[in-house]
């Protein structure tokens, strides 16, 4: 029921700028920076809200705007509960929380923030709208296909658009965005930041590899018992110490799977994992948000 509230509320949102549309240009027009402004620029990057790896492969393009642009204030919009993969990026100057349940609220809080140019990375309807009716002057967003209709909808929110191709490299393609802003050629590497109470709870530990089992969505979940029988392996043949590690909510789950075999962490949050990822040796997972994590750390995988 909660579920079809919040669709029904986002076509709402999504009706309410087409018809308000004239409005909302006229007072886009307005707030259009001039040629002579000396200010520094202000952008927002609306990446996937809730997706970890979506982020990780996000965060290259903060890197770039930096590096181009010093003065350039970056501002990310993300779900809560990944606000912690952010909180140690030295490109990001601003969080801003997306709160599903006051979405006005959270176009009232963008639009304070005077943005000149928006990146939606991931091309969704709602995140087309909230830049439209922020009054951004400048608006970018990838486009994809297949992709639901509403997204086709609301392309014309958006006055860049970048396309795009399915089993291309992520951040490569969101870098590309960023010739609208004169970024050409960018680095490619994800970054993470590591947080010093991470450092502090992982120095007691002492892992070689790391196995994490579970994905956000379960058809790309191997099989626990699976990654159990090659930690066996893995122990045998190598001597290695591996560690399962996962979120508090799977540490039921690890410990009866493992039975004490393993060791099994699971009181890392996501701004702390960091510090113990860069620890393993090796670290083995299927595509979830933890492996983007070790890959941005350099982590073998």
């Known amino acids: 029921m909660k579920r ?15 018809i308000l549309s ?21 952008i927002l990057i609306i990446p996937h809200l809730t997706r970890i790896g979506d982020l990780m492969c996000a965060t290259p393009v903060f890197r770039a705007i930096k590096e181009e642009y010093p003065d350039a ?27 599903h349940f006051d979405l006005w609220g959270t176009i009232k809080k963008i639009r304070s923030g005077n943005f000149d140019w928006s990146f939606s990375l991931s091309g969704t309807s709602i995140s087309s709208v909230i830049s439209f009716l922020s009054l951004i002057p ?31 490299y ?26 010093p109470e991470g450092e502090r709870k992982a120095k007691i530990h002492s892992f070689d590899v790391g196995i994490s089992v579970s994905a956000g969505n379960k058809i790309k979940e191997w099989g626990d018992f699976k990654f159990l029988e090659l930690a066996r392996k893995i122990k045998e043949k190598y001597s290695a110490r591996v560690v399962f590690i996962g979120s508090k909510n799977e540490e039921e789950r690890l410990r009866k799977l493992v039975g004490g075999e393993f060791a099994v ?29 070790a890959h941005a750390l350099k982590v073998p995988l």
């Open 170 to 195: 992520l951040p490569r393609r969101y870098l590309d965005m960023l010739k609208f802003i004169g970024i050409e050629s960018p680095r490619e590497e994800k970054e993470l930041g590591i947080s």
């Open 22 to 42: 004239p409005f909302i240009y006229f007072f886009i027009s307005y707030r259009k920076p001039r040629a002579s402004d000396d200010k520094p620029i202000r």
């Open 73 to 99: 204030q970056v501002a990310v919009l993300v779900a809560g509960r990944l606000e912690g993969l952010l909180r140690n990026n030295r490109s990001v100057d601003e969080i801003i929380i997306y709160r």
């Open 138 to 168: 400048s608006r970018t967003k990838i486009t994809r296909r297949p992709r639901p209709f509403s997204e086709f909808l609301t392309d014309w929110t958006a006055n860049y658009h970048t396309r795009y191709e399915y089993h291309t």
């Open 4 to 18: 079809a509230y919040y669709e029904l509320r986002r076509v709402v949102f999504v009706m309410g700028a087409v």
């Open 265 to 293: 962490v699971c009181d890392f949050n996501l701004e702390e994992i960091s510090s113990m990822l860069k620890r393993l040796k090796l670290f083995i997972a299927v595509d979830t948000g933890l492996i983007h994590m």
